[in-house]
DNA sequence: ACAAAAGTGTTTTCGGTACACCCATGT
DNA sequence: ACATGGGTGTACCGAAAACACTTTTGT
């Protein structure tokens, strides 16, 4: 059998790329869903998708749908799984894959955002989305709690100058529980990832918080030194 | 637009599932691997795979491979992640979803794996497969060094009734360190997750050791308790 | 009797957790 | 002067790690 022959027997099947896109803003974890404007299920909630073209790969398809909506590339995405059931999808047999990312939700572009009927909505006022996204997004929290404690992947959510408070409180949404101060300071200072800067931030308080950043290069020391990060 | 030309305009892709299949068996961690009698690619070494029908989930055709090729069915299988880049496969733009099982050696029929050219190589002795399938390989060596530890999908690799000397063999072979053999029970003990049968294996002593069961309810319980199962 | 694997406790160490007060500054 | 959030150190506890000898029994 030639090879031609060997794959043209083989059905083939509708690809779509589905993004959990999650944003931390006034002190909240946030998911950028969306109004679809068009049909099928016009006016319905869902997460933002799209369909896989010939000459992306899945990973750029993900990534091309998340700069449709949010203007935003170079982002922080990872799969999640992949949702493959014959009839997730009430208009056609469509196997997607869903990607969760992790934006700075102040850089993303809002107006084009609310052109694509995009709003962000806090975990608790999620309504019943379209076909089995509701699953995905729950997965989604389970893995982002997973990959969190091990990956220091909350910086993506945060702003690049951050104070510990901020750092702090992410991780208190995230898990869905208050940490304590001295202790969170020891443990993320002790690590040694961050990069103290000589600002300021006095927003929130008279006296006013260190800012840091993240430094990658810090981040790849502890992992040649065998170390894991973990909050 | 409608619904029928909403989807009507968009690519299909063909869509494969490939397995990657660990065993466990004497004292070694293993992968079932077959050499190609198809072309393309004849002879070429290559991890199990087939493609997604119309009428099947991606989960169940990667059930459906394994079964194809080891007779089992019912076996612990979860998704790897999505191979998608445009150029993986010479032969065709193919969308992969890699599974990893954990499959019970002993319990596989031999002779129909042998029909389809399929091997049990130790990890050390892995060529260069097709493709992506090495760094698939890789990369679910990863995921099962991850999920080991937290979940108790070691059972899954050994048959029904074990000592306990093998449990810790296979950890130790998973993790790649020896592990101390009074602190291991301890551990493993304490979980209560197993059954301890009054039959002893004496194959491997003269004294004979104890064999255990892995109890699903146990386990259910330790979970109820807010408890995790840790190695 | 001896070889070969099974089985068993205690001590030490280290990291995690709990916890309360002073500091700097804008108003 | 006071209100507000920022910043700091120590004591305790429990889990993990290190560690060596006795038991059983087939040959």
């Known amino acids: 059998m030639s090879a031609a022959s060997f794959y043209a027997?083989?059905?083939?099947?509708?690809?779509?790329?589905?993004?959990?896109?999650?944003?931390f803003d006034e002190g909240r974890l946030k998911l950028l869903l969306i109004q679809r404007k068009v049909a099928p299920m016009a006016g319905e909630w869902s997460l933002v998708g799209g369909f896989v073209q010939e000459a992306e790969s899945t990973d750029e398809a993900a990534a091309r749908v998340l700069e449709h909506t949010?203007?935003?590339?170079?982002?922080?995405?990872?799969?999640?799984?992949?949702?493959?059931?014959?009839?997730?999808?009430?208009?056609?047999?469509?196997?997607?894959?869903?990607?969760?990312?992790?934006?700075?939700?102040n850089e993303h572009d809002r107006p084009l955002a609310q052109e694509h009927g995009?709003?962000?909505l806090e975990l608790h006022e999620i309504p019943t989305l379209i076909f089995d996204h509701n699953r995905m997004i729950a997965d989604a929290l389970k893995q982002l709690r997973n990959n969190a404690q091990f990956h220091p992947i909350g910086f993506e959510l945060l702003p690049e100058k951050f104070t510990l408070s901020?750092?702090?409180?992410?991780?208190?949404?995230i898990y869905q529980k208050t940490l304590d101060k001295r202790n969170f300071r020891k443990k993320i200072l002790a690590l040694d990832v961050m990069e103290k800067l000589e600002e300021k931030d006095k927003t929130s308080s008279k006296k006013g918080a260190h800012l840091y950043r993240f430094?990658?290069?810090?981040?790849?020391?502890?992992?040649?030194?065998?170390?894991?990060?973990?909050?």
Not at 215 to 231: H, P
């Open 215 to 231: 430094d990658a290069q810090k981040y790849e020391a502890l992992q040649r030194k065998g170390l894991v990060f973990e909050i």
């Open 9 to 23: 027997k083989v059905p083939k099947h509708l690809v779509a790329v589905d993004c959990i896109i999650f944003g």
């Open 166 to 173: 901020q750092l702090r409180s992410l991780y208190e949404e």
């Open 118 to 120: 995009a709003h962000w």
């Open 70 to 105: 949010t203007g935003l590339n170079n982002i922080y995405m990872d799969q999640l799984r992949c949702y493959g059931d014959v009839a997730r999808d009430a208009g056609a047999r469509v196997i997607s894959m869903a990607y969760y990312a992790l934006i700075r939700i």
